[in-house]
Each structure stands twice: as structure tokens, then as C-alpha cells.
């Protein structure tokens, strides 16, 4: 059975799973769905069409599924969906999409620190952190245990790449390339995640075929192609390098070197 708080203000037409808790002013919309399980401390907005999963954990005065900032905005249905386990602390905001049928998703196990802000379209995919005040902008995409420093800005359409970091007070305006480490402003890729690889299980023979892939992409100036090139002929293809591989071809902004 679900804990409501007397001050909470819930839609009677919210669904909301068993075991769920509702906090002092907090505000539910109509169209919002909540798994079971979720907490909600106090004063947390939901609203527009929203779906969460179970067990979410969602802190004082953050907001999610409003409107869309982007002036393209025009009505319609647009949506968020957020997946299971994920913790929001306080003052998180995440928008809803900005064209009538596109969705912003979050995945699951997520821990997204205060102040952070996702725009509208953001994909975020799963086990990634986000420290206070670090920003994505609109149809930015997060691929699986990132890290995203504190009061970094990701410029929109960019993509992070699967375990990469991105240090505290970036500009990230092209793509941070899968088990790198990004920094500066405008942010360079500087190494491998050495860290956060062995912190994921990453064998070490795939860390040494990452090193050497960052060496060739980044340190013998080379064209992006002709690296590429390299890369094949004299790196293993183990699947971490053919995802690193994929997710450059695939850049549409670039990869940030």
C-alpha cells in the first residue's frame, strides 16, 4: 500500500504502483505513471507524460516530464520515460521531448547528482553518474557507465561514449569517444579510462588494445579515417575496440581529439 502525504497533490487519474511514497508537497500530473516502490521526498513536480519504473529514488525540488525549453515547441504529445533504480537528487530537472511523439529516456540504476539538468530528446542509458550541476543539452546521447563531471556542459547532439569520463567543468562540444577521459574547455580526449575500465571488469588485454586505439587515434596525427584503418589492421578485434570503432565511424560532430 502506497504512503501519500497529506499535502501531496495527486491527479486522480495518476497511476501510481504498490509501495510507493509521496512526500510533503509534492505534485503528480495527470498523465504520470509511477512503478512500484518509487520514493519521493518532498516538493518533487512530475508531470506531462511521464513514466517511471520501480524504485526510484527522487530528492526535494526536482522536476520531471515539463514542458520542453526548446522554442521549437509547439504542443502535442511529448514524453519521458525513466527505467528502474535511478536516484535524482535535489533540484534535478529533466524535460520532456520537444516533437509531438518523441520521447526523453533515462534507463536504469542512474545517479544523477543536484543541479544536473536533461534536455529535451536526451537518451541516457544505464550506471551512469552525473555530478552536481553537470548539463546535457537537448538530443544529447549517454551511452552505459559514463561519468560526467561536476558543472560540465555537453553541447546538444553530442554523444558519450560507453565508460568514458568527462572531468569537472568541460565543454563538451563534439563526440567523447567509449572508455576515454575528456577534459578541457573546449574538452580534448587525454587517455583511456584506465579507472573506470578495471572499475567494470574490462580484461586487460582489452585495456592494452585501447591504449594502443587512443594512441593511433590521437597521437600519431593521423586522419580519422586512415587511423581507423590502422586500428583494424593492427589491433585485436575484441569487442570493445569494434565498439569504439562503431561509435566513431558513426560520429555526425566529430569526435573530440
Not at 522536476?63 to 533504480?85: M, V
Not at 520537444?98 to 520521447?103: A, N, Q, R, S
Not at 561536476?150 to 563534439?174: E, N, T
Request: glycine share 10%.
Amino acid at each position: 500500500m502506497s504512503r501519500i502525504h497529506a499535502t501531496a497533490v495527486i491527479h486522480s487519474q495518476a497511476q501510481l504502483g504498490a509501495n510507493c511514497e509521496v512526500g510533503p508537497y509534492c505534485v503528480i500530473g495527470e498523465r504520470v505513471a509511477l512503478g512500484e516502490g518509487c520514493r519521493l521526498h518532498s516538493h518533487v513536480v512530475i508531470d506531462g507524460y511521464t513514466r517511471l519504473g520501480k524504485r526510484n529514488e527522487i530528492f526535494p525540488f526536482v522536476s520531471l516530464g515539463l514542458q520542453t525549453q526548446d522554442l521549437k515547441w509547439k504542443g502535442g504529445a511529448t514524453r519521458t520515460e525513466i527505467g528502474d533504480d535511478n536516484t535524482f537528487r535535489e533540484y534535478v530537472t529533466v524535460h520532456s521531448a520537444t516533437g509531438d511523439g518523441e520521447t526523453t529516456l533515462v534507463g536504469s540504476n542512474n545517479y544523477i547528482l543536484a543541479y544536473c539538468h536533461l534536455a529535451h530528446n536526451v537518451t541516457l542509458g544505464n550506471h551512469i553518474i552525473m555530478s552536481n550541476v553537470a548539463t546535457l543539452a537537448g538530443h544529447v546521447t549517454v551511452e552505459d557507465h559514463a561519468v560526467i563531471g561536476g558543472l560540465a556542459a555537453v553541447h546538444q547532439f553530442c554523444r558519450i561514449g560507453k565508460m568514458a569520463m568527462i572531468g569537472g567543468c568541460s565543454k563538451v562540444v563534439q563526440d567523447v569517444p567509449p572508455f576515454m577521459m575528456a577534459d578541457g574547455n573546449p574538452a580534448e580526449t587525454r587517455t583511456i579510462n584506465k579507472v573506470g575500465l578495471e572499475r567494470n571488469g574490462v580484461s586487460e588485454e582489452a585495456q592494452a588494445a585501447l591504449k594502443l586505439c587512443y594512441k593511433i587515434l590521437f597521437r600519431e596525427g593521423l586522419t580519422i579515417s586512415n587511423a581507423l584503418v590502422k586500428i583494424e589492421k593492427e589491433v585485436p578485434p575484441l569487442p570493445e575496440v569494434q565498439h569504439l570503432l562503431n561509435f566513431v565511424r558513426t560520429s555526425e560532430r566529430g569526435i573530440s581529439k
